[in-house]
């Protein structure tokens, strides 16, 4: 439909031409016939029958620029808006795979590469889609009219007239890509401009506690000077732009008048055909122009594509299982478990086994980098373990489709993350029920200690949180990612070091609410302080990805090992604070 508005719109921008041509010819021979009439009584009438014959012309071309302005919207309404739509359906699609992706895939590439190709690469492809597309094919349209219509009034006046069109089009297309280079240039630097203020207000307490406001002002100041180099550069190239456009537009023009001058007087073109291969010029000088913008734009709409499709075409490691099976009772049981992350040589895990029946809790501890939270990770299959298996319920954790093994998962992990939105949206941003009852927020919140802290805000649970709860302390946060937990009600619970950030007291406080809502819950309780797991049934200890020890707290702290030196450490550095 696009392509026809095109056709429809540029034949009414051809006869307006056509009309001026017949308006000057017969102008031109009316003024001869008027200076024979000029001393009798006819050249009363005469004069007043030209005005309107000319007002008339004048309607005509109005009428016709009507009727181009109208098809000329119906275009960009079609080929514009499909562009637009497009754009909407491919970030949609491409956001949607980011999602599908496993957590490797997030390691490898930076949140700047990922936000990158949604937004600037994807305009880039829409630019191609609707404005190069649209130019292109008006370029064709008009071309084949205009260059018609020239060559059957006169094939030597339209040969110098379109003389000077590929040297202008040679001319865009080289400014455009040093345009683009140089805005590429541009980019980059405002981007690191960007991560540089983004990084100096998300670390503004750091920079405050070590006065170092001066120092990154001044480096702001060095990348805002460069920035500001690279534009003034950008702006020199662009005022190259318009200045060779009209210079070119008006070499055009003088060949046609010139050499249109000569054919009118040997008889072979009129003064109407001047004024209407003008206006042909007019019209092909911006398709032409465009045709250098176009290819640039074509250039870097096929590289922008190329990006997006080497995401597009990665596919998750990490598949469920067919099964519409779900968790019923949460019993989990692992057999020689191993795990090495990917790109890595080293076992995380080596040989892990354990059985945790259903409603019986599991604490796991042990020194940084001994592999506790990699076990969490695994149970949500965020990856995929190298041997062994993992079963939860009797099946194997593969057969399950991923949407019904998290959702039966209440995870809350060692970085506590928080959305830019209100309280309560973010306690309730793991339920499936939509608008859930405050009641059930309450008391995820009580349980998880921070129902006081929210209603002591001002607008208690409509209170809009920083990016990532910047505006909440570390324990705070905690708390709030507990309660988003909690309300979930999972059948299976994992907390990896999530009581890290509060003090003594109100960890207390959290581990009696927990030692209630452990009760006919599968739970696990990872962390490096003894004092969260000595409620749990059972205790790992691990060292360098292995099982050292297992046991109860009682009896743990009874044998000499990892466990009773960590306990008697802890227990010291308590007393010392006392």
Same mark, same amino acid.
Do not use: C
């Given at each position: 439909?696009?392509?026809?508005?095109?056709?429809?719109?540029?034949?009414?921008?051809?006869?307006?031409?056509?009309?001026?041509?017949?308006?000057?010819?017969?102008?031109?021979?009316?003024?001869?016939?008027?200076?024979?009439?000029?001393?009798?009584?006819?050249?009363?009438?005469?004069?007043?029958?030209?005005?309107?014959?000319?007002?008339?012309?004048?309607?005509?071309?109005?009428?016709?620029?009507?009727? /181009?302005?109208?098809?000329?919207?119906?275009?960009?309404?079609?080929?514009?808006?499909?562009?637009?739509?497009?754009?909407?359906?491919?970030?949609?699609?491409?956001?949607?795979?980011?999602?599908?992706?496993?957590?490797?895939?997030?390691?490898?590439?930076?949140?700047?590469?990922?936000?990158?190709?949604?937004?600037?690469?994807?305009?880039?492809?829409?630019?191609?889609?609707?404005?190069?597309?649209?130019?292109?094919?008006?370029?064709?349209?008009?071309?084949?009219?205009?260059? !018609?219509?020239?060559?059957?009034?006169?094939?030597?006046?339209?040969?110098?007239?379109?003389?000077?069109?590929?040297?202008?089009?040679?001319?865009?297309?080289?400014?455009?890509? @040093?345009?683009?280079?140089?805005?590429?240039?541009?980019?980059?630097?405002?981007?690191?401009?960007?991560?540089? *203020?983004?990084?100096?207000?998300?670390?503004?307490?750091?920079?405050?506690?070590?006065?170092?406001?001066?120092?990154?002002?001044?480096?702001?100041?060095?990348?805002?000077? /460069?920035?500001?180099?690279?534009?003034?550069?950008?702006?020199?190239?662009?005022?190259?732009?318009?200045?060779?456009?009209?210079?070119?537009?008006?070499? $055009?023009?003088?060949?046609?008048?010139?050499? !249109?001058?000569?054919?009118?007087?040997?008889?072979?073109?009129?003064?109407?055909?001047?004024?209407?291969?003008?206006?042909?010029?007019?019209?092909?000088?911006?398709?032409?122009?465009?045709?250098?913008?176009?290819?640039?734009?074509?250039?870097?709409?096929?590289?922008?594509?190329?990006?997006?499709?080497?995401?597009?075409?990665?596919?998750?490691?990490?598949?469920?299982?067919?099964?519409?099976?779900?968790?019923?009772?949460?019993?989990?049981?692992?057999?020689?478990?191993?795990?090495?992350?990917?790109?890595?040589?080293?076992?995380?895990?080596?040989?892990?086994?354990?059985?945790? /029946?259903?409603?019986?809790?599991?604490?796991?501890?042990?020194?940084?980098?001994? !592999?506790?939270?990699?076990?969490?990770?695994?149970?949500?299959?965020?990856?995929?373990? +190298?041997?062994?298996?993992?079963?939860?319920?009797?099946?194997?954790? /593969?057969?399950?489709?991923?949407?019904?093994?998290?959702?039966?998962?209440?995870?809350?992990?060692?970085?506590?993350?928080?959305? $830019?939105? +209100? *309280?309560?949206?973010?306690?309730?941003?793991?339920?499936?029920?939509?608008?859930?009852?405050?009641?059930?927020?309450?008391?995820?919140?009580?349980?998880?200690?921070?129902?006081?802290?929210?209603?002591?805000?001002?607008?208690?649970?409509?209170?809009?949180?920083?990016?990532?709860?910047?505006?909440?302390?570390?324990?705070?946060?905690?708390?709030?990612?507990?309660?988003?937990?909690?309300?979930?009600?999972?059948?299976?619970?994992?907390?990896?070091?999530?009581?890290?950030?509060?003090?003594?007291?109100?960890?207390?406080?959290?581990?009696?609410?927990?030692?209630?809502?452990?009760?006919?819950?599968?739970? @696990?309780?990872?962390?490096?302080?003894?004092?969260?797991?000595?409620?749990?049934?059972?205790?790992?200890?691990?060292?360098?990805?292995?099982?050292?020890?297992?046991?109860?707290?009682?009896?743990? @702290?009874?044998?000499?090992?990892?466990?009773?030196?960590?306990?008697?450490?802890?227990?010291?550095?308590?007393?010392?604070?006392?």
């Amino acid at each position: 439909m696009g392509i026809l508005f095109i056709i429809v719109s540029n034949i009414f921008a051809i006869y307006p031409a056509q009309v001026i041509r017949v308006a000057l010819d017969m102008v031109s021979d009316s003024l001869a016939q008027y200076q024979l009439l000029s001393n009798t009584p006819a050249s009363g009438s005469y004069q007043v029958l030209l005005g309107r014959t000319i007002l008339i012309f004048g309607v005509v071309v109005l009428v016709l620029a009507l009727a /181009k302005g109208l098809f000329l919207f119906f275009t960009r309404q079609t080929i514009i808006v499909m562009s637009r739509l497009i754009e909407y359906d491919l970030k949609n699609e491409i956001y949607d795979h980011y999602q599908s992706l496993d957590l490797a895939f997030f390691k490898k590439n930076s949140t700047g590469d990922l936000m990158n190709r949604i937004s600037e690469d994807v305009s880039r492809v829409r630019m191609y889609l609707g404005p190069a597309v649209m130019y292109t094919m008006n370029l064709i349209v008009l071309f084949i009219l205009v260059i !018609g219509v020239m060559l059957t009034v006169s094939p030597l006046l339209t040969f110098y007239v379109l003389l000077p069109l590929p040297l202008l089009s040679l001319s865009i297309y080289y400014v455009s890509n @040093i345009i683009n280079v140089k805005s590429e240039r541009v980019q980059k630097h405002l981007s690191g401009l960007s991560t540089f *203020v983004q990084e100096s207000f998300a670390g503004i307490r750091v920079l405050k506690a070590f006065t170092l406001e001066q120092e990154r002002t001044q480096d702001f100041s060095e990348a805002s000077s /460069k920035y500001k180099e690279v534009s003034l550069d950008l702006a020199r190239v662009n005022a190259l732009f318009m200045p060779l456009m009209i210079l070119l537009i008006g070499v $055009s023009t003088i060949i046609t008048v010139y050499v !249109g001058g000569r054919l009118t007087i040997t008889g072979e073109v009129t003064t109407g055909n001047i004024a209407e291969f003008v206006i042909y010029v007019n019209m092909l000088t911006w398709p032409v122009a465009a045709l250098g913008w176009v290819t640039s734009i074509t250039q870097r709409a096929a590289a922008s594509q190329k990006r997006i499709n080497e995401f597009l075409n990665q596919s998750s490691e990490i598949i469920g299982g067919d099964s519409n099976i779900k968790i019923e009772s949460g019993e989990i049981e692992w057999k020689n478990v191993s795990f090495k992350y990917p790109d890595s040589e080293v076992f995380a895990l080596e040989n892990i086994s354990f059985k945790l /029946k259903a409603g019986e809790s599991l604490a796991i501890t042990g020194r940084t980098g001994s !592999g506790k939270s990699t076990i969490a990770q695994l149970l949500l299959r965020l990856y995929d373990i +190298t041997e062994g298996s993992i079963r939860i319920d009797e099946h194997d954790i /593969k057969e399950y489709k991923l949407s019904n093994l998290r959702r039966a998962m209440g995870y809350v992990p060692q970085d506590a993350f928080l959305f $830019s939105n +209100t *309280v309560r949206s973010n306690i309730e941003f793991g339920l499936e029920t939509q608008n859930p009852r405050l009641d059930v927020l309450k008391k995820a919140a009580d349980d998880s200690d921070i129902l006081n802290t929210i209603q002591e805000f001002e607008k208690e649970w409509e209170t809009k949180l920083g990016e990532r709860g910047v505006n909440l302390s570390g324990g705070q946060k905690q708390r709030m990612s507990m309660a988003r937990a909690f309300a979930k009600q999972p059948v299976v619970l994992i907390l990896d070091d999530s009581l890290s950030a509060v003090d003594t007291e109100t960890e207390d406080r959290i581990l009696r609410n927990l030692d209630r809502l452990m009760k006919g819950r599968t739970t @696990i309780v990872i962390s490096h302080r003894i004092s969260s797991l000595k409620q749990s049934d059972n205790v790992l200890v691990l060292e360098e990805g292995q099982v050292i020890q297992s046991g109860d707290h009682q009896s743990l @702290i009874k044998q000499e090992g990892l466990y009773k030196q960590l306990y008697e450490q802890q227990q010291l550095e308590q007393q010392m604070q006392e």
